[in-house]
């Protein structure tokens, strides 16, 4: 018999639903981390990628989706990171957004990243 609990996600079919949005958010994020041209910040880099990692962190934190494994999400930050530093024709509205954003993408993917490692670290014991 399935467990059931009183949230919002407490049935089986409201848990499939989410990893299935899960599923969802990896297969964006992989897409655009994949591609030159989308991965840049003025492509889909800001407007997708570093929304989606921070849904994806939201769901896995908050209500127990299943992260990708840590590796994944180091070699998406790094291809991030890399393709926002290389970005020349970002704008920077005010002086020092460039940094505050830069760290801000960095703590959302070490948020993620610690999520995965904390998940496998328990799947693997």
Not at 39 to 67: F, H, K, N, Q, T
Not at 89 to 95: L, M
């Given at each position: 018999?399935?467990?059931?609990?009183?949230?919002?996600?407490?049935?089986?079919?409201?848990?499939?639903?989410?990893?299935?949005?899960?599923?969802?958010?990896?297969?964006n994020i992989s897409e655009?981390?994949?591609?030159?041209?989308?991965?840049?910040?003025?492509?889909?880099?800001?407007?997708?990628?570093?929304?989606?990692?921070?849904?994806?962190?939201?769901?896995?934190?908050?209500?127990g989706a299943i992260p990708?494994?840590?590796?994944?999400?180091?070699?998406?930050?790094?291809?991030?990171?890399?393709?926002?530093?290389?970005?020349?024709?970002?704008?920077?509205?005010?002086?020092?957004?460039?940094?505050?954003?830069?760290?801000?993408?960095d703590q959302t993917f070490?948020?993620?990243?610690?999520?995965?490692?904390?998940?496998?670290?328990?799947?693997?014991?």
């Amino acid at each position: 018999m399935a467990v059931r609990r009183e949230d919002n996600f407490g049935n089986q079919g409201a848990r499939d639903y989410l990893a299935l949005r899960a599923a969802q958010l990896v297969a964006n994020i992989s897409e655009v981390a994949a591609s030159k041209q989308r991965i840049r910040p003025d492509e889909d880099g800001e407007s997708m990628l570093m929304p989606s990692v921070e849904l994806l962190a939201l769901v896995c934190e908050r209500y127990g989706a299943i992260p990708p494994k840590p590796e994944t999400v180091r070699q998406w930050s790094e291809k991030y990171l890399r393709a926002f530093d290389r970005a020349d024709d970002f704008e920077e509205p005010t002086p020092g957004f460039r940094a505050a954003r830069r760290k801000v993408i960095d703590q959302t993917f070490r948020w993620l990243e610690g999520l995965a490692a904390s998940h496998w670290s328990e799947d693997e014991m």
